[in-house]
Every structure is written in C-alpha cells, then in structure tokens.
T-cell receptor
Framework: DVKVTQSSRYLVKRTGEKVFLECVQD?????MFWYRQDPGLGLRLIYF???????EKGDIPEGYSVSREKKERFSLILESASTNQTSMYLC????????????FGEGSRLTVL | SQKIEQNSEALNIQEGKTATLTCNYT??????LQWYRQDPGRGPVFLLL?????KEKRKERLKVTFDTTLKQSLFHITASQPADSATYLC????????????FGKGTTLSVSS
C-alpha cells in the first residue's frame, strides 16, 4: 500500500522555536509538496519540490523553508515559529509526469504558543 | 491570479438524493481538473480526474462534468449515503508541468438518513 508518512501528528511549540516537520514517501515519486490547511482558507501551497535539492515557492512561502536531500524525504522548517503558523500541515507526493494525482499524509497539527 | 472557487461551504441532503457540488475557476485554462475527498482529521484522498477534452467522467456513484467554456466543473454523487458525508475539494494545476495543484476551499456534504 502506498504511503506518505508525516513524522508527528501533533506538536506544541513555543514562539521563536525552530520547528522541523518531516515527510517520507515510499512510492518513488519525484514531486513532493507542503500545504497548510486553515478553517475558511482551505489548502494553501507553501513549497514544492520536483527533484532532489530542487524547490519552488508556492503561494505562502514566507516564514518557511524546505529541504530535500533524498528523493523520499521532504522537510518543512519553521526557522522561528510564530502563533500565526498554528495550523494543520499536510505533505503530499506525486509522480513526476502525468496528471499529478496527489497522495497525502495524515497531517501534522502544529500549535505555537 | 488564478482563482478556484467552490460555491458553497456546506450542503445538506437526504439519503438517496443526488448531491451536486460546483467548482468554478478564473484566469486559467487547465488541462484537467481533480476532485478529492477529505474526512475530518485526515488528508485528502483522490477521487476523480477529468481532462479538458472530456465532457463527463463516471466512477461508480460519482460523476464529474467539465465545461471549459463556463470554466466550471460539477461533481455529482447519486443515491447518496451517510457514509458520503465529508468535505469535497476540487483542484487544478497552476504550473506549466501540470504537477502543482491549487485547491478550492471545499464543500462539506452532510447526508442525513
């Protein structure tokens, strides 16, 4: 069964802390994505990557960075967490070619106090 | 900028009826459009994809239409059941490679027995 695994389902961090959200996929997909989901705002794309060490900004990259050192792993980094980054974070992956059907992880709910 | 809108946040129907959800987009000419289902606390799951040259696509009780003139897709669930209660999201690719998706905010469907 194909899988996208996010390392933490729930995290609570303090303002100013550095936060790492990890995502691993076992489908040998080229593309990986980070979205955040907030009530009333829907899913918004933060960053995506179409190859190892490559990254592209999405709609809301400010305050975030990403790392893709290996094909199967895509990390989202909050350099200095703020309360407005409290959200549900969803990782997804897709094949490099074709129609881009996304496979999502279960999500990481981050609370920044 | 590209916009993708789902016209209602919530839709309540009775079991056995047909649910119809609407997705409209502007400032874009996508080659295809996708629909996802999301249950509370879970990541979205891919349901159907329809290409620009397809008027209609079916999968079991699901039917999707795509009108590129109206810039609209309709998603129908026939003979709806309480188990169909979920949030349904439409999505389209905004990058040239067709791999990075933006999502509508979703319509939450509630089917009562």
């Amino acid at each position: 069964d194909v899988k996208v695994t996010q390392s933490s389902r729930y995290l609570v961090k303090r303002t100013g802390e550095k936060v790492f959200l990890e995502c691993v996929q076992d489908m040998d997909h080229e593309n990986m994505f980070w979205y955040r989901q907030d009530p009333g705002l829907g899913l918004r794309l933060i960053y995506f990557s179409y190859d190892v060490k490559m990254k592209e900004k999405g709609d809301i990259p400010e305050g975030y960075s990403v790392s893709r050192e290996k094909k199967e792993r895509f990390s989202l980094i909050l350099e200095s967490a703020s309360t407005n980054q409290t959200s549900m974070y969803l990782c997804a992956s897709s094949l490099g070619t074709g129609t881009g059907e996304l496979f999502f992880g279960e999500g990481s709910r981050l609370t920044v106090l | 900028s590209q916009k993708i809108e789902q016209n209602s946040e919530a839709l309540n129907i009775q079991e056995g009826k047909t649910a119809t959800l609407t997705c409209n987009y502007t400032n874009y000419s996508p080659a295809y459009l996708q629909w996802y289902r999301q249950d509370p606390g879970r990541g979205p799951v891919f349901l159907l994809l329809i290409r620009e040259n397809e008027k209609e696509k079916r999968k079991e009780r699901l039917k999707v239409t795509f009108d590129t003139t109206l810039k609209q897709s309709l998603f129908h669930i026939t003979a709806s059941q309480p188990a169909d209660s979920a949030t349904y999201l439409c999505a389209l690719a905004f990058n040239q490679a067709g791999t990075a998706l933006i999502f509508g905010k979703g319509t939450t469907l509630s089917v009562s027995s």
